[in-house]
C-alpha cells in the first residue's frame, strides 16, 4: 500500500542565528517547543546559508539552486526570474495546495506588494514586516489588526513607525525603551493563526498541502512585547564575542563598521555601548525568538489535537543569523561569521524519519527543495543544484559523507551596504576560507584552534600553503556548485 503523500509545514523565521535553541546548547534561552521538534526529529547542527542576506537565500531554498545561479542575489530586485521554478510551483503541479503568511521577499516590497513569480501559492497572506508600510491594505497583518479594530502606530512601542525609508521615521510616542505590540496582537501570532486558517480549510480533503510561515523576527528592530523582555534578566545574558585586538588583522569594512555601526553605519557603534546595552540586545533579541517558541508551539499542539501531526513534516529553519554585537558588529552585511551564516534546521515526522537524531554532517539550505521533492515521490529535477536529505533523515545515508564543503557568497548583496564586495565563503568543517574577489585581504580561520573566528590566519606565513590549496578549492566549489543545467543537454550535437 502507498504512503500517504505528506503535508507539509515550513516554519521559517528571519535573522535567527544557529545558537539560539535551547536544547542544542543554548543556556540564556528558553525554547520549550523548538525543543520538542528537536526530540521528534533531525536536527542539521551544521547548516548554512548561501547567502546572508534575505532574498538571495530565500531565492535558493526555494528553488534548490544556488543564488548567483538564479540571478537573485541581492535585495531590492524589481522583478524574479520568469526561468526560475520554485519548489512549491512544482509541487503545485503535482496536486499540493500551497499558502504563505508573512513574508515571500523574492522581490522588493519598498513602497508596495512584492511583485510575485509563478510561486504556486494559492492562499497568500502577505506582510514583508509588521509596519505600516504600504497605502493600499497591501499588508494583511495591518488589515487583520484593523478588523479588530486597532491601530498599530497606537500600541506600537518602537521607536521607528515605518521602515519604508531611510532614516526610518520617528514614533513621536516612543519612550525611550522599544518595546513591541502585545503578543496577542504580534506579526508572528498573525503568521501562525493565518496557517491554522489554511490547514483547517484543507485538512481532510483528497489534496496533500504545505504552508509556509515566514514571520519577521528575530530580525531587527529588536521589539519583544514587554511581557518577553520581563522573562530574561539583562543581567544574565551573555556578551557578545569580542576580544581585544582582533580587528587588527581583519578586513577594512570591518574595522569601518566597528566604529560607525555594522551594516555599513545603519546599526549602532560597537564602542558606544556598554556591556549592559550589549547585554540588553541580547535579551531583546531572545525574548523576540522565546515569542516564536510560544507561537510555534501553538501550531505544534494544533496539528497533535487534528491528528495531522504523524503525518506532516514540520520544518524549522531561518534563512541567515544575526551578527548581535559578535566581532563588534550588529545586524548583517558581507561577513560569514558563524553567528551570520550558521542556521537552524530541524525536519521532523515522526510516522517516517529518526527521533532525537543530531546530525554534524555538513548541510546547506539549498538542500531543502530536493529533499521536499524527494519526499512528495517526486523526481528531483534536473535542474537542481542541492543534494537531498533524505539520507540523513532516514538514516539511510548514516556514515557517508554529505557534501565535504558548504558554499555561501555576498555578491552587491544590499544597496547602500559594501556595494563593492564580492565574496565566496568555503567551510570544509575545520577551515573556512573568505575570498574577497578583486581585493588583496581575505579571512582564513581554522576552527578546530579557534571556533569563535577571532585569529585571521590569512596573512601568517605558515598558512601561506594551506590558503593557496583552500583558495583553489574555493574557486573550484565556487565554480561547480553554479554549474547550470537548467537549459537540460540532451544531445550530441
Same mark, same amino acid.
Given at each position: ?51 546572508? $542576506? #534575505?532574498?538571495? %537565500?530565500?531565492?535558493?531554498? /526555494? @528553488?534548490?539552486?544556488?543564488? =548567483? ?6 535585495? !531590492? ?19 499540493? $495546495? #500551497?499558502?504563505? %503568511?508573512?513574508?515571500?521577499? /523574492? @522581490?522588493?516590497?519598498?513602497? =508596495? ?6 510561486? !504556486? ?28 479594530? /486597532? ?343
Amino acid at each position: 500500500m502507498a504512503e500517504k503523500p505528506l503535508n507539509i509545514v515550513w516554519f521559517c523565521t528571519d535573522q535567527q542565528r544557529w545558537d539560539t535553541i535551547g536544547s542544542l546548547g543554548n543556556p540564556y534561552i528558553r525554547t520549550p517547543n523548538i525543543d520538542r521538534l528537536v526530540s521528534e526529529g533531525v536536527a542539521f547542527t551544521r547548516a548554512y546559508t548561501q547567502a546572508p $542576506v #534575505c532574498t538571495p %537565500s530565500r531565492s535558493c531554498f /526555494l @528553488t534548490g539552486r544556488y543564488p =548567483r545561479t538564479t540571478k537573485a542575489f541581492f535585495n !531590492g530586485n524589481d522583478t524574479y526570474s520568469k526561468d526560475e521554478k520554485l519548489v512549491t510551483r512544482l509541487l503545485a503541479n503535482e496536486g499540493y $495546495v #500551497c499558502g504563505l %503568511s508573512g513574508k515571500l521577499h /523574492l @522581490t522588493s516590497a519598498q513602497g =508596495r506588494m512584492e511583485t510575485r513569480t509563478d510561486d !504556486g501559492y494559492t492562499y497568500m497572506q502577505w506582510s514583508e514586516h509588521p509596519n505600516d508600510d504600504w497605502l493600499h491594505g497591501e499588508n494583511d497583518y495591518q488589515n487583520w489588526l484593523r478588523e479588530k479594530g /486597532l491601530k498599530w502606530a497606537d500600541i506600537y512601542g518602537g521607536k521607528y513607525t515605518s521602515m519604508a525609508t531611510w532614516p526610518p521615521t520617528p514614533n513621536p510616542n516612543f519612550t525611550g525603551k522599544t518595546v513591541g505590540v502585545p503578543a496577542e496582537y504580534h506579526q508572528t501570532t498573525w503568521c501562525v493563526e493565518k496557517a491554522i486558517e489554511f490547514i483547517e480549510a484543507n485538512r481532510g480533503k483528497d489534496h496533500p498541502w504545505l504552508i509556509s510561515l515566514n514571520p519577521y523576527d528575530p530580525h531587527p528592530p529588536l521589539d519583544p512585547p514587554q511581557e518577553y523582555k520581563d522573562r530574561l534578566k539583562i543581567e544574565d545574558m551573555p556578551l557578545p564575542l569580542f576580544k581585544e585586538g582582533e580587528l587588527e588583522k581583519k578586513p577594512p569594512h570591518q574595522k569601518k563598521d566597528f566604529y560607525q555601526g555594522g551594516q555599513d553605519g545603519q546599526a549602532e557603534p560597537f564602542p558606544d555601548l556598554t556591556d549592559e546595552e550589549k547585554r540588553e540586545h541580547f535579551r531583546d533579541y531572545y525574548a523576540e525568538i522565546e515569542l516564536v517558541d510560544d507561537q510555534f508551539g501553538r501550531l505544534l499542539d494544533y496539528l497533535d489535537r487534528t491528528g495531522e501531526r504523524e503525518n506532516t513534516l514540520v520544518i524549522f529553519m531561518s534563512d541567515h543569523g544575526e551578527m548581535n554585537g559578535d566581532h563588534g558588529l550588529y545586524w548583517k552585511g558581507a561577513y560569514f561569521y558563524e553567528a551570520l551564516v550558521h542556521v537552524p534546521l530541524i525536519m521532523s515526522c515522526p510516522s517516517r524519519f529518526r527521533q532525537g537524531v543530531r546530525c554534524d554532517q555538513l548541510v546547506e539550505l539549498v538542500d531543502i527543495a530536493p529533499t521536499l521533492m524527494e519526499l512528495a515521490g517526486f523526481e528531483v529535477p534536473y535542474y537542481m543544484q542541492g543534494k537531498s536529505l533524505v539520507p540523513l533523515l532516514t538514516g539511510e545515508g548514516e556514515g557517508m559523507p554529505h557534501k565535504e564543503s558548504v558554499y555561501s557568497e555576498f555578491y552587491h548583496c544590499l544597496k547602500g551596504t559594501h556595494e563593492d564586495i564580492y565574496a565566496t565563503m568555503y567551510f570544509d568543517g575545520r577551515y573556512k576560507l573568505v575570498n574577497y574577489h578583486g581585493k588583496e585581504y581575505g579571512e582564513l580561520y581554522d576552527h578546530r584552534n579557534d571556533p569563535e573566528e577571532f585569529e585571521n590566519l590569512w596573512d601568517d606565513p605558515a598558512y601561506a600553503e594551506l590558503k593557496a590549496k583552500l583558495i583553489k578549492k574555493n574557486f573550484d566549489s565556487a565554480i561547480l556548485k553554479n554549474m547550470d543545467f537548467s537549459m537540460h543537454l540532451l544531445y550530441e550535437y
